[in-house]
Antibody, heavy 114, light 108 residues
Framework: QLVESGGGLVLPGGSLRLSCAASGFTFSSYWMTWVRQAPGKGLEWVANIHQEGSEIRYVDSVKGRFTISRDNAKNSLYLQMNSLRAEDTAVYYC?????????WGQGTTVTVSS | EIVLTQSPGTLSLSPGERATLSCRAS???????LAWYQQKPGQAPRVLIC???SRVTGIPDRFSGSGSGTDFTLTISRLEPEDFAVYYC?????????FGQGTKVEIK
């Protein structure tokens, strides 16, 4: 099971930190990923992270602004989001990667607006 | 970046009919690392197919995936009422990972 938290309303230029708590599986054995979905739009992959955090990738639109990280001791995944823009408004999902995104959280909503 | 183009945008069918959804990639997908997801309103996506044609555990056998290289297909052999949803293809053969724009399967 994956449970996201940390979403909310933030001003443009502001910051938020999303968390994803994992349970029911060996968290440290899996790549993890963040995916977002803007209102009424399709899915967009945001970032992923290797089991030990040694490899990280981002979509170009968030590079330099977002940071994905994990704490295997706490079975948790994070997404630090800085310099937020209106176009970052979306539901953010964390997902486990095992040849596909096979376990998803319920999502947390981020709204960037003045 | 690999662009995935799904067609049609909307598929209007009746329960019991066969649905054929297409996903075309702008370049070859390495090792056919292509997955299909189903999403219903207000819910997170659910994976159906990985590696282009491997049905995930627990997914009914009316769902099947096929294709390789740049052309992929999701087939639902006989639509059940719970199958009306939006379907996305997604590639993980190269970074950045990308999704198609989705195909909505609606009740006719």
């Amino acid at each position: 099971q994956l449970v996201e938290s940390g979403g909310g309303l933030v001003l443009p230029g502001g910051s938020l930190r999303l968390s994803c708590a994992a349970s029911g599986f060996t968290f440290s054995s899996y790549w993890m990923t963040w995916v977002r979905q803007a209102p009424g739009k399709g899915l967009e992959w945001v970032a992923n992270i290797h089991q030990e955090g040694s490899e990280i990738r981002y979509v170009d639109s968030v590079k330099g602004r977002f940071t994905i990280s994990r704490d295997n001791a706490k079975n948790s995944l994070y997404l630090q989001m800085n310099s937020l823009r209106a176009e970052d408004t979306a539901v953010y999902y964390c997902a486990r990667w095992s040849w596909a995104m096979d376990v998803w959280g319920q999502g947390t909503t981020v709204t960037v607006s003045s | 970046e690999i662009v995935l183009t799904q067609s049609p945008g909307t598929l209007s069918l009746s329960p019991g009919e066969r649905a054929t959804l297409s996903c075309r990639a702008s370049q070859n997908i390495r090792n056919n690392y292509l997955a299909w997801y189903q999403q219903k309103p207000g819910q997170a996506p659910r994976v159906l197919i990985c590696d282009a044609s491997s049905r995930v555990t627990g997914i009914p056998d009316r769902f099947s995936g096929s294709g390789s290289g740049t052309d992929f297909t999701l087939t639902i052999s006989r639509l059940e009422p719970e199958d009306f949803a939006v379907y996305y293809c997604q590639q993980s053969g190269s970074s950045p990972w990308t999704f198609g724009q989705g195909t909505k399967v609606e009740i006719k």
